[in-house]
């Protein structure tokens, strides 16, 4: 891992296809995305190269932050990478089948590792993991 990059793995109990379906059907995402005590919304999902998304995560005190990103590279049950936050965030996700378990990886690169540090300190991390209980939830 590089010095501005952020990874987590998880194995999950189902096909990769079924979890390709989970992370990338706007009604399966509004499930699961954002920590527990965290509401999210799809605002606008268009998955296709090059297609734009944005959603609305709301917190327990009613704080709203929008995620705004394009998809920039999309292989069907294996990738998807996404660019947000103005280009600064890029994240990859890896599907990868282990027997009849899923393996998921997912690497956020920051454009620095001070921002790196900041993603730390915000509990991004904790977020994801959070998020992949939520996946195991629906499973």
Request: charged share 30%; no cysteine; hydrophobic share 35%.
């Amino acid at each position: 891992m590089s010095e501005n990059e952020l990874t987590v793995t998880r194995l999950f109990n189902t096909t990769k296809e079924n979890l390709w379906v989970i992370w990338t059907t706007p009604s399966n995402i509004e499930k699961w995305y954002g920590p527990k005590g965290f509401n999210t919304k799809v605002k606008s999902m268009e998955f296709k190269v090059g297609g734009k998304f944005e959603l609305l995560m709301s917190g327990p005190g009613g704080n709203e932050h929008s995620i705004k990103g394009e998809y920039t590279e999309i292989i069907e049950n294996e990738k998807i990478v996404d660019s947000s936050m103005n280009g600064n965030v890029i994240t990859t996700v890896f599907f990868e089948s282990e027997g009849d378990k899923t393996k998921l990886t997912l690497t956020m690169r920051l454009k620095t590792a001070e921002e790196k540090q900041k993603f730390e300190q915000m509990g991004v991390m904790k977020g994801w993991n959070s998020s992949f209980e939520r996946i195991d939830e629906l499973l």
